[in-house]
Structures are given as C-alpha cells and as structure tokens.
C-alpha cells in the first residue's frame, strides 16, 4: 500500500508563485511515476505534470514554462514530488492532487487528499 500525502497550498496574488509537496510513503518500491493532477469548481480532473523515476516528466499545456515537476527519493520507503508553480493565474485556482502509479497501470492507483491553490487576481 501506498500513502500519498500533498502540502503547500494556499492563497497567492496573480503573478505569484508556489510550490506544492507531496510525500508518498509505504510500498513506493511498486511506484515508478508520480503526478499532479488540478480540479477547478465545475470541471473535470486535468493532468498538470507528471514525472517517471527516470527523471521523465511531461506538462500539460497550460502549465509549460511557468511549472516545474520534481522528485526527490529519500529512500526506499519515501518519495517527495514537488511542483513549482511560477506567474501563477487566477485560472490555476483549483484543488491540486498528488497520484502515483506503476508506469504499465493506465490509471493512477494512489491518490492524496488534495490541497487548495487559490490565486487572486
């Protein structure tokens, strides 16, 4: 089992920037790419970036240039993904996830609870 936990939301001014955590612990010997995923009031569930423990990372579209996706394997029970948020939108408001799978699972197997990101303009 793995349990996924994010950190580091809050309310930022446009323009802003911020960096989220997550810290997934437990079985991750079983995990070899972690993501963010946002989810805006009335819409659905979008990737933002994910990252493969070879250091392969993809963005959506809205996200490149302005974010950041990394990881740090403390050891072989923890691993911290963070994402750095930079020229933060008022569009960036939304929940933000943190999820992990195996590279071969279609679907994200393990998710963290959220954490809020709002973003005034």
């Known amino acids: 089992q793995v349990h996924v936990v994010e950190s580091g939301g809050d309310l930022v001014q446009a323009g802003g920037s911020l960096r989220l955590s997550c810290a997934a612990s437990?079985?991750?010997?079983?995990?070899?790419?972690m993501g963010w995923y946002r989810q805006a009031p009335g819409k659905q569930r979008e990737l933002v970036a994910s990252?493969?423990?070879?250091?392969?990372?993809?963005?959506?579209d809205s996200a490149k240039g302005r974010f950041t996706i990394s990881t740090i394997s403390v050891d072989n029970a923890k691993n911290t993904v963070y994402l750095q948020m930079n020229s933060l939108k008022p569009e960036d408001t939304a929940v933000y996830y943190c999820a992990a799978k195996r590279i071969t699972r279609p679907v994200y197997d393990y998710w963290g609870q959220g954490t809020q990101v709002t973003v005034s303009s």
């Open positions: 990252i493969t423990s070879g250091g392969s990372t993809h963005y959506a």
């Open positions: 437990g079985s991750i010997f079983s995990i070899n790419v």
